[in-house]
């Protein structure tokens, strides 16, 4: 069993996808990128920062998993929207364009860290300022980095993607197992 450090319903059902067993602690950091902090950093950053805090807020027994997604559009990160006019804005730049979602996954055990952080290329579609106003109003864009979500209404607007759909998504499935095998077999060989 492992801890995961999110509130992210999201990557509850993608863990549970692959067969993990887990239990959700409480990971409350503060995500703010730094001045010249590059984007892959950045999403490294909040991933282990969210692991460590998840483990200190753990019995401390197990490994904790944090994790974070952002989007990025011309060398800028886009976080969540904080209004309308923000989400139309954000969606007016991805309109027509490629994207990139950084996802990362941090492992922590208190003693050792193990991370990776996955790049996917999302395509949207031209978008009306009425489907974006829509968009807006279903609700579904509020908390979401980028102003969206993939798996939700705005998977009509993707065209293209090239990477892992379940990274966008939140959680990169293949590379999150592939961690977590190599996390506990190296643990295994310690001590």
């Known amino acids: 069993m ?7 319903p999201r990557r509850a ?31 490294l950053r909040l991933a282990t920062q ?22 990025v559009i011309d060398g800028e990160v886009l976080e969540k929207p904080q209004n309308q006019q923000h989400a139309l804005q954000m969606m007016q730049r991805l309109s027509a364009k490629t994207h990139h979602v950084f996802t990362a996954v941090a492992l922590y055990d208190g003693k050792k860290g193990s991370s990776v952080v996955v790049k996917t290329a999302v395509t949207f579609k031209i978008l009306t ?16 980095a980028g102003g969206y979500a993939i798996q939700g209404f705005a998977s009509k607007f993707v065209t ?24 506990l077999i190296g643990a295994h060989h310690v001590g």
């Open 129 to 144: 300022t009425q489907e974006i106003t829509d968009y807006w109003q279903s609700g579904e864009p509020q908390d979401k």
């Open 13 to 43: 059902e993608l863990l549970q996808q692959i067969n993990v067993s887990f239990c959700c602690v409480k990971a409350d950091i503060e995500e703010c990128q730094n001045s010249g902090e590059l984007a892959e950093d950045y999403v």
């Open 160 to 183: 293209h993607i090239s990477g892992s759909y379940s990274a966008v998504v939140g959680l990169p499935l293949y590379e999150t197992d592939q961690l977590i095998k190599e996390f």
């Open 2 to 8: 492992i801890y995961l450090a999110s509130r992210s």
């Open 50 to 71: 969210k692991a460590q805090a998840g483990f200190m807020n753990s019995d401390k027994q197990q490994i904790v998993l944090g994790a974070d997604t952002i989007v």
